[in-house]
C-alpha cells in the first residue's frame, strides 16, 4: 500500500502545473475514481450517502499523507535494534519474533520503559538509536520537456557543432 500510495502522490504532483500543462487529476479526483473499487459498501450495492463521501476523503487522506503513514515510531525502532531482529535471518518464524520482541521488552523494563528512554537526552545512557530515521525520498522533480532539446547532453560536447556568425555554416567546436 505504501508504494501504491507514493505513486499515485507522485501522479497528483502533476496537476496543475500552470495554465497550459498538467492534469485534472489532483489528490482528491484520484481518490474519487479509485474510492468505488476498492471502499465499498456490500450491502445493497448502492453507496450509502455519506458514508461514500466519507470514504473518498479517507482515500484522498491517504494520498496526501502517504509519507506520514509509512514511518515507523522510534519506540518501534528502539525494540528492532534491541531485539537483534536487525540481524536476524530471513526465515525467521513470527513466533521467534514474538519472543525476542517479548524478552526485550522485559530486558528494557517495560513498553513504559522504551517511551522514557527515548525522550531522555543521549549523553544520560539512552537507549534511542542515533540518525535510524531515514529521510524520506524527495518527489522526483518535473523537468519542462519543450526545452530538453536546448540542453547540452553530458559527454556529448563533441558532437555539438556552433554556427559561424559571419558565414552561418557548421563549424566543429
Known sequence: MEVLFYFLNWTA???HIDEE???KMDAHNLATVITPNI???KEGGHEQ???Y??????VNTLIEEQSRFAEVPVEVQVIYRESGLANASADITSKDVISKVEACIKQIGGVDAVVVNNSTSPSSGSTTPQNLEEPHRPLPIRVNTSDIAAL???GQEASIKRVNKTEMSPVSP
Open 53 to 58: 463521501f466519507l470514504s473518498i476523503e479517507s
Open 49 to 51: 450517502g455519506d458514508a
Open 13 to 15: 504532483s502533476f496537476s
Open 39 to 41: 471502499l465499498y459498501i
Open 152 to 154: 547540452p547532453v553530458p
Open 21 to 23: 500543462t498538467g492534469s
